[in-house]
């Protein structure tokens, strides 16, 4: 039995292999397609200062966007994660006002080059939500966020 690499294996049927054409592409175009900041870093660094300064935030994990990859998940339960969850922002942040009201603030974060996708466009026009592309500016919306909810509190 003779063992073939995947790019023989590709060749072997006809078919490209789509994924070394694009690391090629990418090292002859000499530089990356990726931004100069990941959406995870900034995800971490966003969710250890919510941490740090005690602020409550809703997240929806990444793992669950990883079912929908999941081939032995129905297609019936991967439509309906989708319909659900589709286009939600990356943290919802929550200040507690009194006992009965909180101050929220839908957080999307996105890198420099990072657009919305279709689900998260439609879903900003029933809620919208501020987007940030680097930590200072997430930092400066929370920060902007805890000024108006003190304004509130002392109202």
Not at 47 to 52: C, G, I, V
Not at 104 to 121: A, M, R, W, Y
Request: without cysteine; hydrophobic residues 35%; proline residues 3%.
């Amino acid at each position: 039995m003779k063992i073939l690499r995947a790019d023989q294996k590709s060749l072997q049927f006809g078919k490209p292999d789509r994924k070394a054409m694009r690391r090629e592409r990418d090292k002859t175009a000499g530089k990356s397609n990726k931004a100069d900041g990941t959406e995870k870093v900034l995800q971490r660094q966003v969710n250890s200062y919510l941490e740090a300064t005690g602020i409550y935030n809703v997240r929806i994990k990444d793992a669950i966007y990883r079912i929908m990859k999941n081939p032995h998940v129905s297609k019936g339960d991967k439509i309906q994660i989708a319909t659900s969850l589709g286009g939600l922002p990356d943290n919802n942040i929550q200040l507690r006002l009194n006992d009965s009201f909180h101050l929220g603030l839908n957080l999307e974060l996105k890198n420099s080059i990072g657009k919305l996708t279709p689900g998260q466009k439609k879903r900003s026009r029933l809620t919208p939500y501020v987007i940030a592309r680097s930590f200072e500016e997430a930092e400066k919306v929370i920060k902007e966020m805890i000024r108006i909810s003190d304004l509130i509190k002392e109202a």
